[in-house]
C-alpha cells in the first residue's frame, strides 16, 4: 500500500504557470505507471496526462498538449505535472494515480493509488 499526496496547486491567472509534485511513501513508484486526472467542478473525473515506468514515453488528453508536460524522478520517488500556459477550462481538482496497468491509461478504474487531490483554480 503506497500513498501519494499532490503539493502545488493554488490560483493562478490565465496565462501564468503551475508546477503539481506527487509524492510517494512505501512501496517505490518506479513499479507503476502514473498519471495525472482532474476532475472540474460538475463534471467527471479525465485523464490528463501519463507517463511510463521508466519515464521515457508520455501521453497526453489533447486538450493540453503543448501545454502541459508529465516527468519523473524514480530516484526521488516522486512525479510532476509542469502546467504552462493554463485557462480557465483547466480550474479542477488535479489527482495523481499509480497503476500496474499499461492498458486503458485514460480509464480511472484502472488507477489503485491516488492522492488527496490539489486545487488548481485558473482565473481570466
Known amino acids: 500500500q503506497v500513498q501519494l499526496v499532490e503539493t502545488g496547486g493554488g490560483l493562478v491567472q490565465a496565462g501564468g504557470s503551475l508546477r503539481l509534485s506527487c509524492a510517494a511513501s512505501?512501496?517505490?513508484?518506479?513499479?507503476?505507471?502514473m498519471a495525472w486526472f482532474r476532475h472540474p467542478p460538475g463534471k467527471e473525473r479525465e485523464f490528463v496526462a501519463h507517463i511510463n515506468r521508466s519515464g521515457t514515453r508520455t501521453v497526453y488528453t489533447d486538450a493540453v498538449k503543448g501545454r502541459f508536460t508529465i516527468s519523473r524522478d524514480n530516484a526521488k520517488n516522486t512525479v510532476c505535472l509542469q502546467m504552462n500556459s493554463l485557462k480557465p477550462e483547466d480550474t479542477a481538482v488535479y489527482y495523481c494515480?499509480?497503476?500496474?496497468?499499461?492498458?486503458?491509461?485514460?480509464?480511472?478504474?484502472?488507477?489503485?493509488?491516488w492522492g488527496q487531490g490539489t486545487q488548481v483554480t485558473v482565473s481570466s
Open positions: 512505501g512501496r517505490t513508484l518506479s513499479t507503476y505507471i
Open positions: 494515480a499509480a497503476s500496474t496497468l499499461g492498458v486503458g491509461i485514460r480509464n480511472p478504474n484502472g488507477y489503485t493509488l
